[in-house]
C-alpha cells in the first residue's frame, strides 16, 4: 500500500479507500456485521487505512457495522470520515438540515454511532451554495475542532463541477474535498483540480468504478436488478457508457490487468488526487482494490507521497 497526505493535514491516508455508502442497505443488498467485520479485516490486511461513510447512509447504519467493529478493534489504526447534512427516512429519501444547532446534533449521533471520540474528516454533505454560505456553520465546527471532537473539515462536492465551493473552501477552514471522478467523468480536470493544488486541498476521488461501470463485468444492454440502485437510471445514458467502457477496455487497459484495477490506479495518476474511495461487497472485492496501489502509475514522486 501506498499513502499520500491530505492537503496540509496530518492525515496520510492509503491512496486506496473504503467507502461504505453500501453498507446502508441502498446497494440491492442488506449487509450483516459479519460481513462488514470481514471486509475491513482484509483492508486492514491490505493497508487500507481509510472509512468514508456519511449520516444518511441507512439513518447511522453504515456508521453503526464500522463502530461496532472499532470498538472490538484498534481505532488508532483507521481514519474516519463521515459527513453531515441530512437526514434518512427510507431508501433513497432524505431531508436537509443545516442549522448549525442541528448539524451540533448530527456530529454527536456519528460520534456515538462510530464509538469514537473524534472524527478525523468531518464533510459537510452535498450542500448548495446557499448552505455552504452560512458563517455561523463553520464558526461552530471550528468550535468542534478546538474541543477535539473533529480533527480536519471538509466538503463532499454536490456535483462534480462546483468552483466557487473549492475557491472559497480554505475560508471556512476546509482542508479537503470529495469529488466524483473517474475515466468516464473527467469535468473535475478542468477549474476544480487546478484550484485544489493552488490551495493544497486534499482530493477524495468518489465513484472511481463509475458505479461499476468500470469494473469491466457489464456489458452494453447489461439488465440491473429492481433492487439496484443503477436500476433507475436513464437507459439510454446507461448503454453509451456501456459502449465507451468496451472500447476503453479494448484499448487502454494493459494485458493481464483487471479493469477495476486499472480505473482505480487511472484516478491516482492525477496529480490533484490524494485517494479513491471505491466501494465493494466482499473481502475479494476490497483485494482487487488494493491491488491498484501497485500499479506502476502509482509514483512514489506523486507531489503528496507518504513514505512509510
Known amino acids: 500500500m501506498q499513502y499520500r497526505r491530505i492537503g496540509t493535514t496530518d492525515l496520510d491516508v492509503s491512496v486506496i479507500g473504503l467507502g461504505t455508502w453500501q453498507f446502508g442497505g441502498e446497494w440491492g443488498k442488506d449487509f450483516s456485521q459479519k460481513e462488514v467485520d470481514a471486509i475491513l479485516n482484509e483492508a486492514n490486511a491490505q493497508g487500507i487505512n481509510f472509512i468514508d461513510t456519511a449520516e444518511c447512509y441507512g439513518d447511522h447504519l453504515s456508521e453503526r457495522f464500522i463502530g461496532d467493529y472499532l470498538k472490538r478493534n484498534n481505532r488508532q489504526d483507521w481514519l474516519l470520515a463521515t459527513k453531515f447534512g441530512h437526514h434518512f427516512h427510507h431508501a433513497f429519501e432524505r431531508t436537509r438540515h443545516w442549522d448549525p444547532d442541528d448539524v451540533l446534533k448530527q456530529l454527536d449521533q456519528s460520534l456515538k454511532s462510530l464509538k469514537t471520540d473524534y472524527i478525523d474528516l468531518y464533510q459537510a454533505h452535498s450542500c448548495t451554495d446557499v448552505e455552504f454560505n452560512n458563517d455561523a456553520l463553520w464558526t461552530m465546527l471550528d468550535k468542534q475542532k478546538q474541543a477535539g471532537k473533529i480533527r480536519n473539515i471538509g466538503i463532499s462536492l454536490r456535483t462534480n463541477d462546483e468552483p466557487y465551493q473549492v475557491e472559497a473552501a480554505r475560508e471556512v477552514g476546509v482542508d479537503a474535498i470529495q469529488i466524483v471522478y473517474n475515466r ?10 487546478p484550484i485544489a493544488e493552488k490551495e493544497q486541498l486534499g482530493v477524495l476521488a468518489r465513484v472511481p468504478l463509475a458505479s461499476g461501470y468500470l469494473s469491466g463485468k457489464y456489458k452494453p444492454g ?5 433492487t439496484d440502485v443503477r436500476s433507475r437510471r436513464d437507459k439510454e445514458e446507461q448503454l453509451s457508457k456501456l459502449k465507451e467502457v468496451e472500447k476503453i477496455m479494448e484499448t487502454e487497459v494493459p494485458e493481464n490487468t483487471s479493469m477495476a484495477t486499472w480505473a482505480l490506479a487511472w484516478c491516482l495518476q492525477h496529480p490533484a488526487v490524494t485517494t479513491v474511495i471505491p466501494g465493494c461487497k466482499n473481502p475479494e472485492q476490497v483485494i482487487s482494490n488494493a491491488a491498484a496501489a501497485n500499479l506502476s502509475s502509482v509514483s512514489p514522486n506523486h507531489p503528496q507521497y507518504v513514505s512509510k
Open 222 to 226: 447489461a439488465q440491473f436488478d429492481p
Open 184 to 193: 468516464l467523468d473527467r469535468a473535475p480536470e478542468s477549474e476544480v483540480f
